[in-house]
């Protein structure tokens, strides 16, 4: 039952085939026996299984919600009232969130069962999960190697069957990677979608939440709660949310896919191209056209999104002062030595590079040159999309230049680490809705296939994926070593 989609569980508690009591249990377990993948940070049993017997008897009473009863897993980026909410850090590993994050309360009160909070790359910095003060995180697909990052907890934790879902945040390709890394589906939806109220900020102009799931369909159905407006953040849009359950069968015919030649460039792996070529096929099939499209400012996507993140963060990480909450030094000869070894002992080192960098680019005299120029960049890059969406409804590429890499391959090289986003961050910069659903594998690994919608349409992406899963069996395809359990 680990392994069955959201609207498969929700149909078999229905029915009464299990109980929601017995569906957490089951996954409660099942997190305990595959302990050393560490994709939890914590696992929150009593709570669960409180919450999961109170989703039977409301199923009983006749008062269920839409995800009444389903156990759902959060990055630990979302504050969780009373909970312990780290987001990978030390800084934070005394943190009991006094609040829920939007997030964390819709799913809540559509009846999601909270089952525990997930390993992330530090502040979700990272493309690996390797900067977590909590550890790596292991890919279920084969233990060598990374599950991708920074959601990369909530990705494996799906993959390796630990929860029915779980919510990731991206600000250049954390849900998309990790779920591209896993085998599993993820969408990070339009910019302002969903509330970021009680996530922890890394970029704010980036930053956005989504699911990971194991289709195309769960990721609709837990989209049409988590987003709309929320008077809580001012950033987040008033935009009508469209029930996206509905619409993943309107047929394909005649949708315009479009191909970016530049996301074919040097660097992305044979076994990975191959994949993303053959899976042009299927949407031939379901009616589409495919036509080429050139973005030709993408390949500054990388350096402009490294001085804007870290710009961001600098400012939005200044509140860890070892003052107010978090971690504190021992024994502060003075407020400066307080401040100032609070900082350094609370970040990992991911966490001070980028703070310095962000904090030399803001600088008076490098302003103008870094992240001015930047922010230009990224207009530019936003209008690339909107002249490749007068021609075309969706575009189509890889997810990451490769599968899974091993531990410890990258963690010695930033620029390595930074380039896996390539093609993830042009979706961040611009604040498009983009996706990534498995297509098939390269060397026993995972690859996934991104989709990225114009504004506002995540509609489009899940239909066209949703269809592609309907004659694919990718999705349905589980790590060997976990193959025969049930
Ligand atoms: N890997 C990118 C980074 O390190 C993106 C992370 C993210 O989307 N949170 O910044």
Known sequence: MQYDSIAQQLDNLIRGTYS?????????????????????????????????????????????????GVPIAHKDIFCTQGVKTTAGSQMLYNYDAPFDATVVSRLATAGAVTIGKTNMDEFAMGSSNETSYY??????????????????????????????????????????????????????????RISRWGMIAFASSLDQAGPMTRTAEDAALLLGVMAGEDPLDSTCLAADVPNYVESLNKPLDGLKIGICEDFFAEGLEAGSEQVIRESL???????????????????????????IAPAEASANLSRYDGVRFGYRCKEPTDLADLFKRSRSEGFGDEVKRRIMVGAFT??????????????????????????????????LGPTAPQPAFSLGEKTGDQVAMYLQDIYTIAGNLAGLPAMSIPAGFSSDLPVGLQLIGNYLDEASILAAAHQFQQRTDWHQRVPASMAAEN
Do not use: M
């Not at 069957?161 to 599993?184: E, K, V």
């Not at 008076?364 to 969406?389: E, N, S, V, W």
């Open 20 to 68: 929601s009591v017995e569906l957490t249990r089951h996954y409660l377990d099942r997190i305990k026996q595959h302990a050393q993948l560490n994709c939890y940070i914590s696992v929150l049993e009593e709570s669960a299984l409180e919450a999961a017997q109170q989703a039977d008897q409301a199923r009983a009473a006749g008062n269920a919600g839409p995800l009444t």
């Open 135 to 192: 550890g790596a995180v292991l890919n279920p697909w084969d233990t060598t190697r990374v599950p991708g990052g920074s959601s990369g907890g909530s990705a494996a934790a799906v993959a390796a069957g630990l929860c029915s879902a779980a919510t990731g945040t991206d600000t250049g390709g954390s849900i998309r990677q990790p779920a591209a890394h896993c085998g599993i589906t993820g969408i990070k939806p339009t910019y302002g």
């Open 281 to 307: 096929r299927v949407f031939e099939d379901l009616g589409a056209t495919i036509s080429s499209v050139r973005l030709p400012h993408i390949e500054y996507s990388i350096p402009a999104y490294y001085v």
């Open 362 to 395: 803001l600088s008076t005299g490098y302003y103008d040159a870094y992240y001015r120029q930047a922010q230009q960049i990224r207009r530019l890059i936003k209008d690339d999309f909107q002249a490749a969406f007068a021609e075309v409804d969706i575009l």
